[in-house]
């Protein structure tokens, strides 16, 4: 079976290209273009493509797909918000992702953005590369003793609570569903989260019900001085409140792996009147705001979870078996 890779970048290839001679009945095929309706309309003797977290798996792909003959869908991510499962299932369509591939990959970055915020690093990168030594403006606050808000302890959540717990932090979550393994972790609601944590770190799934969960009404039951950290889904946060909030001083730092703009593939297309008024851009004018370009993820055991996963996938697909990761 060949498998048409879209938005293929060097890493990937290289983890898939490491293992690939165990999968001999994979044919892989790497394209760097992003998957969207008319990019579907190319895919030529594939009866399965591989898509990632950017690419457009809405409605008009998967017909397109189902068109060029594709029959399997495999998403080398965890999140499938931008999968229509729908379409999927009424166009024959199998969908399977890598559920979990390292979810303390996540985490550590979560918590690498919370402390960068906190204690400054970033200012203080470039004020020591510029031999200014001085301290002023960078205190920080002990995180030690202080209370993490988790929203979502799911895979990454958890990961993260552990984290939290073992600097020492009091740990609060906010989920329907209590994991039973985290029994040092209090659940209360989330408006009470939102009131107690002196940093919230947001590890819920992007759905219609958690977007914009973070919006003005939220932000206005924080504590002064929290810092936000969100590595989940940029549409977990409605920007403008977000910038609100940050120049009435709310936050002490703000950490953002995500954000909204991130399917519109603001920075990978270099437009500079997007950029310019891109609510992104605004947020990256806050001394106080850090932002990665979704790269919570991108650990070498990650990208070997990722690729093993995947053709794992694959390969029970072609032998008619279940791999428990199916998504319709
Ligand atoms: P998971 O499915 O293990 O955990 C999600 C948790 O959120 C579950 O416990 C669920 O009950 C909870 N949840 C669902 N709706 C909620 C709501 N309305 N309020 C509070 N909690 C709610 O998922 P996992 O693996 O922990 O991933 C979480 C998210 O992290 C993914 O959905 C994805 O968006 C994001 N992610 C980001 C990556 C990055 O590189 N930045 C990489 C991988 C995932």
Redesign the pocket.
């Known amino acids: 079976m060949r498998i048409t890779f879209f938005a293929t970048k060097s890493y990937d290839k290289d983890s898939f290209d490491q293992i690939k001679e165990e999968y001999p009945d994979l044919e892989l095929e790497y394209w760097e273009t992003e998957l969207s309706p008319k990019t579907a309309s190319y895919v030529k003797d594939s009866e399965a493509i591989c898509a990632f977290v950017s690419s457009d798996v809405g409605t008009k792909t998967i017909e397109a797909l189902k068109d060029r003959g594709v029959k399997l869908i495999l998403m080398r ?3 499938f ?1 931008n999968v229509d499962l729908e379409a999927a299932t009424r166009c024959g369509i199998q969908v399977m992702r890598v ?2 591939y390292s ?1 303390e990959a ?1 985490a550590e970055h979560a918590m690498a953005l919370a402390l960068a915020v906190n204690r400054k690093i970033h200012k203080a990168y470039i004020r020591v590369r510029e031999n200014n030594f001085s301290l002023q403006g960078l205190t920080g606050a002990n995180f030690y003793e202080k209370t993490a808000g988790i ?7 958890a990961a993260m609570a552990r984290i939290c717990h073992g600097f020492g932090m009091k740990v609060i979550g ?4 209590p ?1 039973p393994g985290l029994d040092f972790v209090e659940y209360v609601t989330l408006d009470e989260l939102l009131g107690r944590s002196d940093l919230i770190s947001l ?5 219609e ?2 977007h914009h969960l973070i919006c003005s009404d939220t932000i206005a039951k924080m504590k002064q001085g929290v810092v936000l950290v969100n ?3 940029g549409g977990l946060v409605k920007t403008e409140d977000l910038i609100a909030g940050i120049r009435e001083h709310i936050f002490l730092g703000v950490g953002l ?2 954000y909204e703009e991130e399917t519109q593939n603001v920075y990978e297309n270099r437009e500079d009147d997007i950029l310019m008024h891109s609510t992104t851009a605004r947020l990256l004018s806050f001394p106080n705001v850090i932002v990665t370009s ?4 991108l650990t070498e055991e990650a990208l070997h979870a990722i690729s093993r996963v995947t053709l794992d996938n694959a390969k029970a697909f072609l032998d008619g078996k279940k791999s428990g990761t199916e998504l319709n």
């Open positions: 991510c965890a999140g918000n559920p979990g979810p996540v929203i979502g302890t799911g895979k990454i959540g906010y989920d329907q569903y994991n590890h819920c799934p992007l759905t019900e958690t590595t989940s889904r792996d995500v979704h790269q919570a993820f």
